[in-house]
């Protein structure tokens, strides 16, 4: 009898915590397609995706130049693959997919590179990542460059030369290191022979990169940063550390946009107090703007 009752109990024991299993799923379920249908809702159309990226897309996809009307588009064509099955969503949804996509491909790259929750929390929320998110713009695929490896990574960053220079000399330093010219010529090859296809297709797009110095998004304080990028790039050069580097074309470029600032925060995810100081300048500047604005 004693045995029967413990048995009964073991098994209403089971059935509770099944139903506390189920219900904690049902709870996050509900609670995850609300966030999703309010952020289907919500999320505003942004600057980049409508304006600049998805018609690029739509002009790519009916077999035209993304480049000959004039849009705005300076990236390399394939930027415009991974957003082909985005373009094609009714807009609202296809804009809703970009802004997951996106916040996932952060996401993805910090946990590569640290451990640190906060870290990654203050990555996330930063202001650069915000206005990539809130505005559609494709800097998620520079973050993935920081942590794939040679070719895939020289493909990616030759989407944004601005930040992916740096990221080519990391490739440079750390191929030559492991084979010679001869590893150099295997990581490098397969990003110059896209580039020079994409010059057969399309011409030389690369000539129109001169107008990004006036346009109304430079946040680049150019030539100022100069004098500081030279001390950075002699400290990692005396450090023998060669992946901040990867951040150094920041401060030569004469254009980059506020998003492609994120490139900043990526050396500082293993130092949670620097990082959390770069979070707070970098919406105490958005701050300022907006009040002097």
């Known amino acids: 009898m004693q045995k029967e009752l413990i048995q009964s109990n073991k098994k209403i024991r ?12 049902l709870i996050l379920a509900v609670t995850g397609l609300t966030f999703l249908v309010m952020l289907y809702a919500w999320l505003p159309a942004g600057d980049d995706w409508p304006t600049f ?3 690029a897309v739509l002009l790519m996809i009916q077999g035209r130049s993304p480049y ?3 849009i705005g588009f300076y990236n390399p064509p394939w930027a415009l693959l991974p957003l082909i099955p985005i373009a094609l969503l009714p807009f609202q949804l296809g804009r ?7 916040l996932g491909a952060f996401a993805y790259g910090a946990r590569k590179l640290t451990s640190n929750l906060i870290s990654i ?11 990539c998110l809130l505005g559609g713009n494709i800097d998620w695929l520079l973050m993935l460059a920081f ?3 040679a070719p895939f990574s020289l493909i990616l960053a030759a989407i944004k030369p601005q930040i992916g220079g740096g990221i080519a000399i990391y490739w440079l330093i750390v191929s030559w290191q492991q084979g010679g010219a001869r590893r150099v010529l295997q990581n490098f090859m397969p990003v110059g022979l896209l580039l020079f296809a994409s010059f057969l297709l399309y011409g030389f797009y690369p000539a129109s990169y001169s107008q990004l110095s006036s346009v109304s998004w430079n946040a680049a304080p150019f030539p100022y940063l100069v004098p500081i990028g030279i001390l950075f790039v002699g400290a990692v050069i005396r450090t023998r550390t060669a992946r901040p580097v990867m951040v150094s074309s920041l401060f030569f470029s004469p254009y980059f946009s506020i998003q492609s600032l994120f490139a900043f925060f990526v050396p500082l995810l293993d130092q949670p ?19 002097v604005q």
């Open 14 to 25: 089971r059935l509770e915590d099944s139903v506390q299993s189920y219900a904690r799923i």
């Open 53 to 55: 990226f998805r018609p």
């Open 68 to 70: 000959e009307a004039n």
């Open 96 to 102: 809703l997919a970009l802004f997951l996509i996106s």
């Open 121 to 131: 929390l203050l990555l996330l929320t930063s202001a650069p990542v915000g206005f």
């Open 147 to 149: 942590v794939t490896p």
């Open 273 to 291: 107090k620097l990082l959390g100081m770069a979070w707070s300048l970098s919406w105490a500047v958005v701050l300022v703007r907006a009040i």
